[in-house]
């Protein structure tokens, strides 16, 4: 057993097997509860990164007139940032760091899923090659796989007789659809950098804008096509744990890109 399953994949099977145990041995409901629990978890790694975030858009207007008066001058405009990050104490790296633990930490979780939920495999043999000795599965039990509508060891689609191919069920497409809101929400953000990257010279500000504003479509679309292949259990898990987080990004940086959304809303509803 390598580092990788014995420090995050081995930990993180059992504590969602634990919470199996705890939630009426539904693994739908485990993996509801167990993907909050570690969202609570990762929450102190994720927040430095929004708070970097914020900061850096109350003050875009000054990177913005330092890129204009450092034309062309890298070392220059690099040093005035660094003087401006001083200033106003903020680190553009204070959450990169954190933030990529919690993304390995995220690809050790999908790992558990492809791992132990396997279409006609049981789940129950092949998550003991993972548990600790208490958490065991006995030798004839069997993992209650059934939630709502959904075999979690199964695919999240629908398939209509009228159609030659499934296309994706609720879940996967909720996850798009909180995907796609939580890209929304940090628009204002991307329309900074946006208006910064058409005053300056440098290609790669243009193409790094580009890909920001790619990721709103592209991410929820990659989110449904790829969920299409994996068991529903793993766009469960995605669903709850981008809700959670498209929450507190909501918390601590306001609507944004959906402000706009939420007013004619009020303007209809009053």
Request: hydrophobic share 45%.
């Amino acid at each position: 057993m390598n580092i990788f399953t014995s420090l995050l994949i081995q930990p993180l099977a059992n504590g969602l097997i634990l919470t199996y145990r705890l939630l009426f041995e539904n693994m739908g409901l485990a993996i509801i509860g167990f993907s909050l629990l570690l969202r609570f978890i990762l929450n102190p790694l994720t927040r430095p990164y929004m708070e970097s975030m914020k900061k850096m858009k109350d003050f875009a207007p000054q990177l913005d007139k330092l890129k204009e008066r450092h034309k062309g001058d890298k070392v220059k405009l690099a040093q005035a940032q660094a003087d401006l990050y001083k200033e106003k104490g903020v680190n553009p790296g204070a959450g990169c760091l954190p933030y990529l633990l919690q993304i390995v930490i995220l690809i050790a979780f999908f790992n558990v899923f492809t791992r132990t939920l396997v279409v006609d495999v049981d789940p129950a043999a092949k998550f003991n090659e993972l548990l600790y000795e208490p958490l065991k599965f006995a030798q004839e039990e069997k993992v209650n796989t059934s939630f709502l509508y959904l075999d979690i060891t199964k695919p999240d689609i629908v398939n209509f007789p009228f159609l030659p191919f499934p296309i994706p069920g609720p879940i996967l497409i909720l996850s798009a659809i909180v995907q796609f809101l939580s890209a929304k929400v940090m628009a204002p953000y991307t329309k900074v950098e946006e208006k910064i990257a058409k005053k300056t010279k440098e290609s790669s500000d243009d193409f790094q804008v580009a890909m920001q504003k790619s990721m709103t479509y592209t991410f929820p679309l990659f989110t449904l096509l790829i969920g299409m292949q994996f068991a529903s259990g793993l766009a469960l898990y995605w669903f709850i744990f981008s809700l959670s987080q498209g929450i507190q990004q909501v918390r601590m940086q306001g609507w944004g890109g959906l402000s706009p959304w939420i007013n004619k809303l009020k303007l209809v509803q009053s």
